[in-house]
């Protein structure tokens, strides 16, 4: 019992013996401990106001309330008012147990769009909203001064030690769909919208999670609160309906509350929202029930939503009259921002919903198992997409090529570097595109790739050169800081890229801004041949073992060549504001088991990337280092079942991270308008699943269209894994500098003998005094001489 007010003062018709008479109201709540109280404080504050009502207040737990409301209404015994989750208020109202309030004077213009929609149906409406909670990250404010800003920072976090704990759970990771700019329903539509990209860019970053050090994963609860109860997690990923709990059990100043985490190109988080709402039993009567609505409308008035506010408990006000500033606990402020861009599950969507929760599909199970790494995403999404559709009759949203069409088209020019056979491939799409969207053109032209920069820049230097630039992100930050191509962030809809790997488009972005649209991931893979050597392991020193004088390695080294090998031996940290390297012990270590490996029989070290290819190609290496571009060869030489590709092997310290490259398209700074709009389609059109086909079979591309389903090509799957922990290097002009001192690095080191902790002394100085002698000249030269390689067509690089 809650509340109960003192029976000492009757009242009676008698005016002389003047005795009051307390009418019962029975609430029912599922609240607990801290926020119980809250709820109790207010609810004797009302009696004080209204003495002639006596308020019951009984603490019931959500589970059982359901049942327990009907046994107990049968009976004539059940409450006047319940406080419940707006899912378990959607049960009630199924069940009969709870009134339908709506009537033309009804007014609900106090409350905020989102929780009201999660009461009412249309004209139908079944309860008061009265608070609301969402998923937050909670930190030790001993330890952490703030959560992470986006993923990028919070990967980076955990890899220099601190330790997150975060549940499986589809519910608990719902936020990180809209991180990546994805959706799971279109309920105005009936649309499922899962399987457009967003939704597997977040389970795969869930997954590269996995691997890396420092974070907890678990699917109970439990277990999680509890990790960060005892100190061993920093940070922990929960229900802001946790914090009276957690500020209980670790000091009330003990606990911080932050936002989530921003997505990977400026995705908001888009938790689920919770809303706690007040709903009208119907077995009360008239009176009981207008005693009750006084309580409601008591609770859910301007007085008591501002104390909820101040109350600090992770739960916050939904009446749009209470404004969060500045004055409030600082908790309280964030739940509520963080509620801002949380998603409603409305009413007449419950149907639905609340069967997916109860397991009538395998949904929330399957999520399970795609997070522990023992289902694949395609698998999940494919399945999730074909039982919501034969369940709850969804159909699947189907993009539209024409949507991408210009409103004004125009011809567009394209300069690459692509092999004969890519261009073939490429010619076939460029005929859909202008099938498809009348009166636009799109016309080739073939430069080398070790001249394809310098002719692009002097070409838009004068004012003239192609429409669209397809090549490689390496030479983007360059482009995009000469100004020769255009900035294109407010001229697609973040929505629109959601398909894409999450990493390649972020390799299209310059100082904040998107400069491209990639089409293809290029970077290094381990390849292997089978009939020598069966598999290949995951591990360096593994492999080292393998290699023998019959089972070769062909392994090329340069700066570019031989960046993924830092990782597994610790840090390589070079500061891009200040040009400096922080730390470079993953480099001395490599350097040093390179410089070791080389002495051992069958390691071949190749400056010359093209003859370690050869090697391999003749059959006379087991393993190769290489990208996709290598691919169309090995299927010639040595036939589809005669190599595999899997990603690098690893160490201690992490996996093997090679530099991540793009290819994509980039818009000249000269174009107008209509070559640009139409230059943007056309970017568009060729990352689409239709054209992504063309490309994948002996084209050597990998498509960085997350939504095409790779199964059916192991080898390409494997370049696309190997990106989701490659290393996002921004190539900018004092990263060439860099460059072109490392591989005077490794010459030292693997031509010259030299110490490696020395030469790296050397070269990280070296590096620090160009920065110094260049600091202020940020424009590059048209120099190509940076390139790895001059190749002809056939044997391009991205």
């Known amino acids: ?50 003495p002639d009502v006596r308020i019951i207040a009984l603490s019931i737990p959500e589970a059982r309330i359901v049942q327990k409301f009907a046994e107990q209404n049968a009976r004539g015994l059940g409450p006047d008012l319940v406080l419940v989750d707006a899912g378990t208020l959607y049960d009630l109202a199924d069940a009969g147990l709870v009134r339908d309030i709506g009537s033309p004077d009804l007014d609900l213009s106090r409350f905020l769009e989102k929780p009201l929609r999660m009461v009412k149906h249309g004209d139908q409406v079944y309860g008061l909203p009265f608070a609301a909670h969402t998923h937050v990250l909670f930190y030790h404010r001993s330890r952490v001064d703030d959560g992470p800003a986006d993923v990028w920072e919070w990967l980076a976090r955990a890899q220099n030690g601190e330790m997150f704990a975060l549940n499986t759970g589809f519910i608990e990771n719902y936020w990180g769909i809209g991180a990546y700019h994805g959706r799971t329903v279109d309920d105005e539509k009936n649309e499922i919208l899962i399987r457009l990209g967003g939704f597997k860019n977040w389970l ?87 005693r009750a609505r006084g309580l409601a409308d008591f609770l859910t008035g301007y007085e008591e939503q501002m104390s909820l506010a101040l109350a600090d408990i992770g739960r916050v006000p939904v009446n749009n009259q209470v404004r969060i500033t500045a004055s409030m606990p600082e908790r309280t402020i964030t739940v509520a921002h963080q509620i801002g861009s949380a998603i409603e599950i409305a009413f007449a969507s419950q149907s639905w919903w609340r069967q997916v929760q109860a397991g009538s599909i395998s949904l929330i199970a399957d999520h399970h198992a795609v997070v522990e790494g023992v ?70 032209r073939y430069v080398p790739y070790a001249e394809i920069f310098a002719e692009f820049v002097t070409a838009v230097d004068e004012g003239e050169g192609p429409v669209l630039l397809y090549a490689s992100s390496r030479w983007l930050p360059q482009l ?26 972020r390799m299209m972005v310059y100082d904040q801004r998107l400069y491209g649209v990639p089409e293809s991931i290029a970077v290094l893979a381990l390849y292997y041949n089978p009939a020598k050597v069966g598999d290949a392991p995951g591990d360096l020193d593994l492999l080292l073992q393998r290699v023998d004088a019959e089972n070769r390695l062909a392994l090329p080294v340069s700066f570019f060549w031989g960046f993924w090998g830092m990782r597994p031996f610790g840090a390589f940290d070079w500061n891009s504001e200040t040009g400096s390297v922080d730390d470079a012990q993953g480099l001395v270590d490599w350097l040093t088991w390179l410089q070791a490996a080389d002495k051992r029989p069958g390691v071949d070290l190749f400056f010359d990337w093209t003859k370690a290819e050869d090697l391999f190609a003749a059959g006379e290496a087991a393993y190769l280092v290489s990208g996709p571009w290598s691919l169309p060869r090995m299927e010639d030489a040595l036939g589809e079942a005669g190599f595999r590709v899997m990603p690098l092997p690893g160490g201690t310290m992490g996996p093997g991270s090679p530099m991540l490259r793009i290819r994509g398209s980039m818009i000249n700074a000269n174009a107008n308008q209509a070559e640009t709009e139409t230059a943007l389609a056309f970017a568009q059109f060729l990352t689409l699943q239709e054209s992504q086909q063309r490309l994948l079979d002996g084209q050597g591309h990998v498509s960085a269209n997350v939504t095409v389903n790779l199964d059916e090509f192991p080898n390409l799957k494997s370049f696309r894994d190997q990106a989701r922990v490659a290393a996002m290097v921004q190539e900018t002009v004092a990263f060439r500098r860099m460059e072109e001192r490392g591989d005077d690095l490794y010459r030292a080191v693997l031509l010259d003998d030299a110490d ?26 048209t120099d190509s001489s940076g390139a790895d390689v001059e190749e002809p067509i056939e044997r391009a690089e991205p």
Not at 413 to 419: F, G, L, N
Not at 481 to 487: H, K, L, M, N, S
Not at 771 to 780: C, K, N, T, V
Request: aromatic share 8%; proline share 6%.
């Open 480 to 505: 995009a800081a000469r100004g020769a191509i255009q900035d294109i962030s407010e001229q697609i809809a973040p929505e629109d890229l959601q398909h894409l790997h999450a990493r390649a488009l």
């Open 756 to 781: 490696p902790a020395a030469a790296v002394t050397e070269f990280v100085e070296a590096v620090d005094a160009a920065h110094q002698a260049e600091s202020g000249r940020d424009i590059p030269s």
């Open 204 to 290: 795969q970053a869930l997954q590269v999670m996995r691997t890396v050090p420092n974070f907890i994963f678990d699917k109970d609860a439990d277990a999680l609160r509890s990790a960060f109860l005892t100190g061993e997690a920093d940070a922990y990923f929960g229900s802001s309906s946790e914090l009276p709990e957690l500020r209980r059990q670790l000091g009330d100043d003990a606990v911080g509350v932050a936002v989530l985490p921003m997505g990977p190109n400026g995705g908001i988080p888009r938790p689920l929202l919770f809303v706690s709402a007040l709903a009208f039993g119907t077995g009360s009567t008239p009176t009981e029930y207008a």
């Open 1 to 50: 019992l809650a509340g109960c007010a003192r029976l000492d003062t009757p009242f009676s018709t008698r005016a002389d013996e003047r005795e009051i008479v307390r009418e019962r109201l029975l609430l029912w709540h599922t609240w607990t401990g801290d926020e119980a109280q809250v709820l109790n404080e207010k609810l004797d504050r009302y009696m004080e106001l209204v």
């Open 375 to 444: 289902m694949e995403p395609d698998a999940f999404l494919r399945k999730t997409a074909l039982s919501l559709q034969n369940a709850f009759g969804f159909t699947e949203k189907q993009i539209d090529p024409a949507s991408f069409c210009p409103e004004h088209p125009a011809a567009v020019d394209v300069w690459h570097a692509m092999t004969e056979r890519e261009l073939a491939a490429m010619t076939e799409i460029a005929a859909d595109f202008v099938a498809t969207c009348p009166g636009t053109a799109v016309t080739y």
